[in-house]
């Protein structure tokens, strides 16, 4: 078995859609970024290529390539699956933790631990979702920006 970690951070801006886990969010703001700026997917896909030590998703989807721009990051992390999937490894659970001091993510989080598992092809209850605010405090305190940690375990496929 191996162990994965993965962080994504995307500014908070005006007249972007908020998207968390492949998940719609009612929010004022969205997520900048040259993607749909999914911080869960972003760390989850990192996460899963660091337990394969395959890189990151950086490497593997420039963003510099206007083939990237506005891309789902669910299908980001179905080939991510994949090429783990071909190095010879497949998920066995996924912790990870939002960092966003509104809106309150306690009515998504089932939403995005089915879509995260889903697209993991995991049962549920190997997924697991936890929020935290800022405290008011720094970029994440002040809503300015939303981070995201994953950890994914992975074995022989
Ligand atoms: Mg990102």
Same mark, same amino acid.
């Given at each position: 078995?191996?162990?994965?970690?993965?962080?994504?951070?995307?500014?908070?801006?005006?007249?972007?859609?908020?998207?968390?886990?492949?998940?719609?969010?009612?929010?004022?703001?969205?997520?900048?970024?040259?993607?749909?700026?999914?911080?869960?997917?972003?760390?989850?896909?990192?996460?899963?290529?660091?337990?394969?030590?395959?890189?990151?998703?950086?490497?593997?989807?420039?963003?510099?390539?206007?083939?990237?721009?506005? /891309?789902?990051?669910?299908?980001?992390?179905?080939?991510? !699956?994949? +090429?783990?999937?071909?190095?010879?490894?497949? %998920? $066995? *659970?996924?912790?990870?933790?939002?960092?966003?001091?509104?809106?309150?993510? /306690?009515?998504?989080?089932?939403?995005?631990?089915?879509? !995260?598992? +889903?697209?993991?092809?995991?049962?549920?209850? %190997? $997924? *697991?979702?936890?929020?935290?605010?800022?405290?008011?405090?720094?970029?994440?305190?002040?809503?300015?920006?939303?981070?995201?940690?994953?950890?994914?375990?992975?074995?022989?496929?």
């Amino acid at each position: 078995m191996r162990v994965g970690i993965g962080h994504d951070t995307h500014r908070l801006v005006e007249g972007r859609p908020l998207i968390l886990g492949g998940v719609r969010i009612d929010f004022d703001r969205g997520l900048a970024g040259h993607s749909d700026a999914d911080i869960v997917l972003h760390a989850v896909a990192d996460a899963l290529l660091g337990a394969a030590a395959l890189g990151d998703i950086g490497e593997l989807f420039p963003d510099t390539d206007p083939q990237h721009e506005g /891309l789902d990051s669910g299908k980001l992390l179905a080939e991510v !699956v994949s +090429r783990v999937a071909s190095a010879g490894w497949r %998920a $066995v *659970n996924c912790d990870l933790v939002i960092h966003a001091q509104r809106p309150k993510l /306690l009515a998504h989080k089932p939403a995005i631990r089915a879509n !995260v598992a +889903r697209l993991l092809g995991l049962p549920e209850d %190997a $997924v *697991n979702v936890k929020a935290k605010t800022g405290e008011h405090v720094g970029p994440i305190g002040r809503s300015e920006a939303m981070s995201c940690e994953a950890i994914v375990l992975v074995t022989r496929a």
